[in-house]
Every structure is written in structure tokens, then in C-alpha cells.
């Protein structure tokens, strides 16, 4: 109200400033100075009247921010449709971060493990949370699709006729010979000889990193491009 009080004395001063200045710029007749103090008398009361209307505006306001929750009560009441409290939440999201991390870094056990972890989250209630419900339901999923399982390393037994070659090229170890330095340099103890293997032999058959993966394809690739097409007769 102190504010409503000094804005109607503004405008009285102003309206008073303004008869006094016009009268004095030139000679007014009387119905002429009742006609301008008629006309800022109702300007007046026009701008009363919409001074009123946004005090009242403005009360409306405060009572309406009066009566809003805060974040956090409205945080709570939100937990409360999941049967959650805070600390519940932010367990499940340190829960989150682990398994995250797991699927990215492919460590702390395997996939299957990993996704019996994503699916305990998964049916958790908190996680139907807005701020959850994509992360858990679609992202991780997504990523956990991409995970391929890397294929066990194994003990291949030598049979006659085999060569380190050939071993290499076997669809169930490399699929291309050109990789087969990997086998040699995992059994140095057993080949002496990489031209010389025997029947009964048993090698390991480690795993190839993508960087090893891609450097083979490449060597077999530009070994047939520079192998001269066979002549027909």
C-alpha cells in the first residue's frame, strides 16, 4: 500500500505541474482550464484504475507462489509414487553409474552378468522416474545389444597336416591366416619352428585385439589385390 500511496502522489504532482505549465504558456479561459483539468482528472482515474488491477494482479501472484510446494516437497511427493525416498533414489543412480560403467569398459564380469544387473534395474519402480525412464529402458538396453561377448580363448590340439597357416585360417579361430604370428608368438615355448608344428601339439588360440584384427584384414587384402589374376586358356 505504501507504494500505491507514493504513486498517487506522483501523479497528483504531475497532473498539478501540468495545469500549471499550460497556464502559464498561454492564457486560458476558464471553460478552457475546466475542460484540461477534466480531461487529466479522468486520466487520472483511468491510471487508478489500472494501478488497482495490477495491485490485485500481483496479490493474485503472491497468493499463488504462496501456496506452491517446494522443489524438493514436490521432488518427495514424486519418489512417493514409486515407493522411493531420496536416498533410495540416489542409491539407484549410483546403481546406474556402475552398471554404465561395467557395459562401457566390458570389465567386472560378463555380459551375462551384466544384464541380470541392467534387468534388476530395469524392474526396480524407480526407474519408471522421468529422469530415468529413457536412460535405463532404452539407453542402456541399446548398449548392452551392442556388446559383443568376446570369444573364449581355446586349446587347439595339432592334427596331422596342419600348419600355422591353416590354423589360422579355421572360420572358428581367425578366419584368415594372415593372423597366424598371433598363435606363434603365444606357444613360442612349444614352436621352435613356426614351418615345423606336430601332431598332438596342443597351442593356444588367444584372442585378437580390433587394432590386430584390422592390421591382418589389410594384409590379406593387399596380398590378393597384388596376386596377378589367373590367366584363362
Not at 479561459?29 to 490485485?56: D, G, H, M, V, Y
Amino acid at each position: 500500500m505504501n507504494f500505491y500511496k507514493y504513486f498517487l502522489g506522483i501523479m497528483t504532482l504531475v497532473l498539478a505541474f501540468a495545469v500549471n505549465t499550460n497556464a502559464q504558456r498561454q492564457e486560458m479561459t476558464e471553460e478552457e482550464w475546466q475542460a484540461e483539468i477534466n480531461r487529466l482528472t479522468e486520466k487520472k482515474a483511468s491510471l487508478t484504475q489500472e494501478l488497482n488491477t495490477l495491485q490485485a494482479e500481483v496479490d493474485d501472484l503472491k497468493s499463488t507462489y504462496a501456496g506452491l510446494q517446494t522443489y524438493d516437497d514436490c521432488m518427495d511427493d514424486l519418489y512417493a509414487l514409486v515407493g522411493a525416498t531420496k536416498t533410495d533414489v540416489d542409491r539407484f543412480q549410483s546403481k546406474i553409474d556402475g552398471v554404465n560403467s561395467k557395459i562401457q569398459l566390458r570389465l567386472q564380469g560378463t555380459k551375462e552378468n551384466v544384464v541380470a544387473e541392467w534387468e534388476a534395474l530395469k524392474d526396480n519402480k524407480i526407474s519408471a522416474l522421468p529422469q530415468y525412464y529413457d536412460v535405463v529402458h532404452n539407453q542402456m538396453k541399446r548398449a548392452l545389444d551392442a556388446w559383443s561377448d568376446k570369444p573364449k580363448e581355446v586349446i587347439y590340439q595339432v592334427v596331422k597336416g596342419d600348419h600355422l597357416w591353416g590354423i589360422a585360417g579355421k572360420s572358428d579361430h581367425y578366419d584368415n591366416p594372415f593372423a597366424w604370428p598371433k598363435i606363434y608368438n603365444a606357444n613360442r615355448d612349444k614352436i621352435k619352428n613356426p614351418d615345423l608344428i606336430y601332431p598332438s601339439q596342443e597351442f593356444l588360440i588367444p584372442n585378437l585385439s580390433a587394432d590386430e584384427k584390422d592390421y591382418y584384414n589389410k594384409a590379406r587384402s593387399s596380398y590378393y589385390k597384388a596376386v596377378p589374376p589367373t590367366q584363362s586358356k
